[in-house]
């Protein structure tokens, strides 16, 4: 599951992996990400995070969370894997509240700070991927495998 934009760029890189399992696309409703549809059968998609304000910030991510809450039953996977950004919040903690595997990878565009996404995930994730070695100082328990492009 991810954003849209880079995020989601990265996590369809992760396609030949998809394959060899049931797999699910999770992103945020926009027209870029529509199309996607005609593409993959199982995709699924959550309100996109204001953060204009904080009030609207709120707003959104307890609606993304019940949202969340009844995608995550409907789908009741056994491993969430995230390339970020903010609608997966709710997804990691209910994966975290359900004893699911959670993998999460820090985007490609951080080479030398933390995300504020990736912050709060490294400490909910099962296993926490960097795509630069530079990161593995601010994340040191993260795992460097390098370009997932």
């Not at 996590?11 to 409703?29: C, F, G, K, R």
């Not at 004893?99 to 490609?108: A, D, Q, S, V, W």
């Amino acid at each position: 599951m991810s954003s849209l934009g880079g995020h989601l760029e990265q996590l369809l890189a992760l396609q030949p992996t998809m394959d060899m399992y049931d797999s699910y696309i999770v992103t945020e409703n926009n027209p870029s990400t529509l199309k996607l549809k005609d593409k993959y059968k199982e995709i699924y998609y959550l309100p996109y995070i204001s953060r204009s304000s904080f009030f609207s910030f709120v707003f959104s991510f307890v609606s993304i969370f019940l949202k969340s809450l009844r995608l995550f039953v409907k789908l009741n996977p056994n491993v969430i894997i995230s390339t970020g950004s903010g609608c997966v919040l709710p997804m990691f903690i209910l994966g975290r509240i359900f004893g699911k595997k959670l993998i999460f990878i820090e985007t490609f565009s951080r080479i030398e700070s933390k995300t504020l996404t990736g912050s709060f995930c490294y400490y909910l994730a099962d296993v926490f991927i960097v795509q630069w070695k530079e990161l593995k100082k601010l994340y040191p328990k993260a795992i460097y495998l390098g370009s997932i492009y």
